[in-house]
């Protein structure tokens, strides 16, 4: 595809040329390099950027552009055993019109990240009131407690009302999901939210879990 063709190509869609949009931005930016600026700050930021996709792509994080096929396919195993879009969306934290457009074709590409949380979702969720040992839930719940939230707080974010009654033993699939889902969202903000405890009188805490008393002045 020549350039011309690309530039009528990104205009019918309502977008404007990339070298445009690079246009007014600062060197070292990568839209600069793409919108055809090849000083070494451009050119840096382009190797930097593909540097960090091959390390993405080799951790298993790479989050390019897919074919929506293999997600679109699961989706329609899914609903034939009675897992509907809600319980996708909420083991996946992926809105309801994304799927929806993956489901009926509309969305024929998707990024990489979508399609493996998409692809992830299990039978199980066809009964999520169906009971999973609660071991590896109580794991989180427990890191969570000892970061600083209280039991009424995770409670809340979980969406009940109430303090956090789950047995020890078995939990339902449902829950499980969400604990984990709850988790994940937490330390993704570096647990910003969580109130660790006071500190015991004349103690200080240099890092977090260790205590060192303090002599009186």
Known sequence: ???HQSTSKLA??????????AANRAHGERIRYLGGCRCDACRRANTDYER???KARNEGDWNGIVPAFRARTHLIALSKINVGRRAIADATDIGNSILHEIKTGRRKNIRARTERKILAVTVEMAAPRAMTDASDTWKLLNELLEKGYKKYQIAQKLGY???LQF???LI?????FKVRRLFEKLKATGFADAKPAALPKNTTSPKRGMLV???ED
């Open 1 to 3: 595809m020549t350039g």
């Open 12 to 21: 019918s869609r309502g977008l404007k040329p990339t070298a445009v949009l």
């Open 52 to 54: 960090a996709r091959v």
């Open 161 to 163: 009302s109430k303090s």
């Open 167 to 169: 047995k020890r033993d």
């Open 172 to 176: 339902t699939v449902h829950n499980a």
């Open 213 to 215: 008393h303090r002599m």
